[in-house]
């Protein structure tokens, strides 16, 4: 999972000016991703960042992904929901 989601961070840093960096400590993270078991049968969630207009999302700038999509689905699936997570 870990290398799909790298590769799919990489393509972001590649054509925008953002750069991302690991940290074990969830409490130091911007984006955290997790993997859950989805009930609505979606691929992905993802929260949008706060911002000054709306406060902080439920789960600002978070990506879910479900554990139940195959890991070839993953990279795509995690392309989408960055794009969300960044707003």
Known sequence: DRVEIEKALGAYA???NVTFEYTPDVSDAQIVF???R???GATG???YPPSSSTGISQIHGDIVLSSD???SELRYV???E???ALG
């Open 82 to 84: 960055i794009g969300h």
């Open 78 to 80: 995690t392309y989408h």
């Open 34 to 36: 997790r993997r859950a």
């Open 14 to 16: 590649e054509v925008a």
């Open 38 to 40: 989805l009930l609505d």
């Open 69 to 71: 999509s195959p890991v």
């Open 45 to 47: 969630r993802a929260g």
